[in-house]
Each structure stands twice: as structure tokens, then as C-alpha cells.
């Protein structure tokens, strides 16, 4: 029996304008990937394409299925703890 999807995520891509002392620079031909509000930052060439998955973000050199090269992400928030 195949897994159901537990809920029908949509990712929502933003373009944001960051103020002008942000400090995040990247080489000349990349740009910037955050998630996270900065928790999770790096660059990526400009020119690769962005395939959001059910829980993480792709990274392909060309579309898909021509692609050669692949960098996948994900990130989980753990809940604040005790360090007391």
C-alpha cells in the first residue's frame, strides 16, 4: 500500500530585497538561497533551475531529465531545549 501525502504543501517562491547593509554577498554568476530567515544560506549558480520537492529544495544544472549535476536540501526546525 502506497504512503498517502499528509497534507498538500505548496511552496511559495519570494524574491525579497534585502537592506542595504545586509552584509550576504556572493560571487559574480551565483545567488543567494535562505531558509530560514538566514538559518540555512549559500550560494547557488544563477542559471540552475529550482524544483521545489514535498520537503526539500533541488538544485539541477539543467532541467530535469538532462540534468548532471544535483544539490538537494532540507532543513528541520528542532524545538528550543534546556541547556540549563
Known amino acids: 500500500m502506497a504512503k ?3 497534507s498538500n504543501l ?3 517562491k519570494e524574491t525579497l530585497d534585502l537592506k542595504p547593509d ?4 556572493c560571487p559574480f554568476g551565483y545567488k543567494i538561497f535562505v531558509l ?9 549558480p ?3 533551475v529550482l524544483e521545489p ?4 529544495f533541488k538544485f539541477l ?6 540534468d548532471d549535476c544535483c544539490l538537494e536540501v532540507s532543513f528541520n526546525q528542532l524545538p528550543p531545549g534546556d541547556w540549563s
Open 4 to 6: 498517502q501525502k499528509k
Open 10 to 12: 505548496q511552496w511559495i
Open 22 to 25: 545586509h552584509n550576504w554577498e
Open 36 to 44: 530560514a530567515r538566514g538559518a540555512v544560506r549559500f550560494n547557488v
Open 46 to 48: 544563477e542559471n540552475w
Open 53 to 56: 520537492q514535498d520537503k526539500s
Open 61 to 66: 544544472d539543467k532541467k530535469s531529465p538532462d
